[in-house]
Structures are given as structure tokens and as C-alpha cells.
């Protein structure tokens, strides 16, 4: 196993896997992008895994459904850095299979077999305490002045598993003390140690909160005189993955679907 003395080495190893998904409706120059999202790639034949809400938003939008024996309707624009050098492009998947249970979605891109950088899903190897990290595209267009994903690092706050008597422990949910941001979903997740997936950002907590629950603010608000101000919503450092067990188990079945389809390239 490699081990990278720095989070920047472990950054360099996983950032040429990393991609940034935003679909688009329709093949035109100027049709507009939404729902912006980050996926990684996993597999040398082009399969991209990605939450399953970003894939899902679309077709909410759009009012559309999804359907593994249909061509998608949208295409992808994706970018990253790899060996080569600066890659960015625009093309439509083959497949698109979104997990019916969990927050996962599987895309081919034939596209990205042609030596696009991949991280191989292995084992989930990560503890309470151990540092990891994040890469994605938040709140991003994608032009050549944003090519590279952004980091963010952390540690892991716990792993929610649920016990089978047969097949014993089972990771459900990789909850993670990160900063993560709308635009980060689908995007890897990693061991500062040896820049290994162990899941892709899911979602981040909210809580609503008042402004003058901290102590600055009910000292402002005592000298002013002033009403507390409302409740309002912010974002956490809590911040739910998809773990790496729950992602092998759908890029399995995705495999069987694309057997299934007849798609072999």
C-alpha cells in the first residue's frame, strides 16, 4: 500500500481521478448547464460513480424519468487534470444507472477510456479520528480559469454500521467532521494517509441556529437592547458519505447491467 507523507502528495495522487459533472439539456452552444455536481472515476472502461441526487435532480427538473434500456436525455460536461494535462469535455453518456435505496449513480463514459486517471475502489480501511479529505467542484462553472477540483480535509466523526448474522458489520454511513459545500456531492473521499477512496460526499447537515446564540452576539444584542435576530439556516461541518462497501456493491450491479444491455466497450 502507498503511503503519502503529505495531504498535498495524497491530493495529487487522487485530483487526476476526480471529475466535475454539470448536465445540460440539449446539444446547442449556448444550452445552460444545472445541476452541478462531482463524481469520480473508478474503472479504466469509463464508469463514473456520483451521488445518486445529482443525477436525480435533473430529471426532477426536467420532468423527465430515468431508465437504464434509454439513452440519457443530457449531457455531461467533466473536467480534471491528469498525466496528459488540462482535459475538459462535453459528451453524453451511455448509461446512467441511479441505486434505487442509496445515494449512489453510476455513469459510462466511453469517453474517459481513453486513459483517464481512475481510482480503484479496494477495501474500506478508516477508523473514528483518522484524517481524510475531500475533492470536488462547489459552486463552480466550469471554465479554463477552474480546472482543478478543490480540497477540503477533516476527520472521520463516526461509522454507522448495521449488524448482520451472517455477513456481520456493515458500514451504512461515513459521518465526517469536513467543511463540504453544494457542488462537492458525488466527489471523493479519501485517507490523508494513502489516498485511498473510502466514499463519495453525500450530504451535509444543516441546523438552524439564532444570531445571537453565541456569546458575542447575546453580549451585542444586551448592549443595543435589540430583539434576538431570527432563526436562519446554516451549514455544519457535519457531512454524510456514501461508504466505499455500499459503492463496490453498486458498481457491481451496474457491471451486470451493462452485460445486461449488451454494452462491452
Known sequence: MTRFPTLREAYQHVRPACVGLALRQGESAGAKFFCFGSGVCVDPSGIVVTAGHVINGY???????PGDRTPPDFSILF????????NMAVAQPRVVWVADDVDVACIKISYLQQGWPFLR?????????DAVAAAGYPLRSFDLAHALPDLFSGIVSSLRAAHDPQSGWDVKDLVLDISVHPGNSGGPVFTEGTGQLIGIVSSQRLRSVDKADGIAGVLAQAAADNPPAPDTQVWTNITHCVPLTTIIRAIDTFRAQLVDL???D
Do not use: C
Request: proline share 4%; aromatic share 12%; hydrophobic share 25%.
Open 59 to 65: 430529471y426532477k427538473f426536467t420532468g423527465r424519468k
Open 79 to 86: 473536467t480534471s487534470r491528469g498525466a496528459k494535462g488540462y
Open 121 to 129: 475502489p479496494e477495501v474500506l480501511d478508516v477508523a473514528e479520528g
Open 262 to 264: 449488451g454494452v462491452k
